[in-house]
Nanobody
Framework: VQLQASGGGLVQAGGSLRLSCAAS????????MGWYRQTPGKERELVAR???????DYADFAKGRFTITRDNAKNTLYLQMNSLKPDDTAVYYC??????????????RGQGTQVTVSS
């Protein structure tokens, strides 16, 4: 299993970024996928997740600002982030669920991608 997150960067508050996660080594369309984030000194937290069937769950802070999507033909997971705030600064990781349903354990792979939002 390989998950390669990209698309992070430095953006001003109020700006947007689109993260991508290229997946390989497993049948992508059959598994739930998620985005998590982590800042130094804090536990990794859920941002959003999407089941194999397209059901979606967002953390409260992401609702109305972030959109998770997946392209099974491209084996790619996306996270569109709008109206970014300095509190969104973190390393963002993509994760693979242990099955296709939403509420399962997620396993992380890869380095993640740094998102920095300046005020």
């Amino acid at each position: 299993v390989q998950l390669q997150a990209s698309g992070g960067g430095l953006v001003q508050a109020g700006g947007s970024l689109r993260l991508s996660c290229a997946a390989s080594g497993f049948p992508f369309g059959g598994y739930a996928m998620g985005w998590y984030r982590q800042t130094p000194g804090k536990e990794r937290e859920l941002v959003a997740r999407i089941s194999a069937g397209g059901n979606i769950d967002y953390a409260d802070f992401a609702k109305g600002r972030f959109t998770i999507t997946r392209d099974n033909a491209k084996n790619t997971l996306y996270l569109q982030m709008n109206s970014l705030k300095p509190d969104d600064t973190a390393v963002y990781y993509c994760a693979k669920g242990r099955s296709g349903t939403l509420y399962v354990v997620y396993d992380y792979r890869g380095q993640g991608t740094q998102v920095t939002v300046s005020s």
